[in-house]
């Protein structure tokens, strides 16, 4: 049986959605979030099914996107692998979002959002630690010092609210890949075995559109691509990441880097309209690539712009080969993650 209520979180209401079901002799209940409680939604909820769950003050204190505590679930009867309630607390009281225009609601139904889709997975949420916010130089996400939480910087300026919102995203990822490398050592196999090796053939496609591309320093900066290994030291002196296939340098020190720049793509835009405009993008590379390849078969002895004609159909070809592998890498990210 299905109905709704209300839980008041830090005086706020938020409407779920509770459905009780048998697992053996007992029964339990599944509690999946909706949404604040509005004029339109309220009559969803009956005075007898109408319940109040307030913050702790323990919960008050910190900044997590963890899901609800132990007891919380307890206390509902249910499960550590049903999709979890998410009544905790999500930001830490130092940080003023409202002042930069960050939305405390939207974040939370973003977390809400990824701890249920973990859960779906078979991934047990209570052992994924805690997403703290707290104040930093810059933004970016890294381990704490006890790596018992995964702290998203955000600094007081300089920051608008899609880049913070695409670090969470970020946060999320890494939260996600370590999870799966601990409870479900064949979804990272699978993950770490497509990545890594489609991340090396992304490098080497880099490096050929780098190598054929105009100006003195691009040699240099082929070779330096593939001393280091990584884009993360040249990406400002490369071109536009679109032009060659990627979204991001700075997230390509590693195959997890790119994996998880990907599923904040797809979460930030949406996964169907990234895939669309993904498509969209390949399909303009293609075009490219046909015109260039026409050029080239049309190549005559005495051409003066022979050279500039097929460093242009290398261009091309690396830049269609990147997105075919970035294409790949999304139905793996889609696959696993959603």
Known sequence: ???HVIKTIKGRQYLYRQEGFREGDKVRTRSTYIGPV???NRGLVSKSSSGSAAASPSESAGSSFSAS?????ASSGQNAKSPPPASSEIFRSKVNLKKQKISEESLHRQQVIFTNRMASKG???SKMPPIVIKRGLSLGHKRSFGKKQLIVTLPRTGVNRGEFRKECFKAQGRLAIEAF??????KFLKLSQHFDQSFRKSQGLISDYIRNARGKSAKFRAIALKVWGNTAQLHKHLPEPDKVGVYDYSSRKSWQDEAVSIYAEMNRKGASAFRQNLGEKMGMARNELDRAETDLKNLTFFNMKKGSIRRRAARA???YENMREMNRKVEVVKELFY
């Open 1 to 3: 049986m299905a109905y």
């Open 38 to 40: 509005t004029e339109a």
């Open 69 to 73: 505590k132990p007891a919380e679930r």
């Open 123 to 125: 991934v047990d949420v």
């Open 181 to 186: 490398s601990q409870q479900q050592p064949e």
């Open 317 to 319: 070809r690396a830049r």
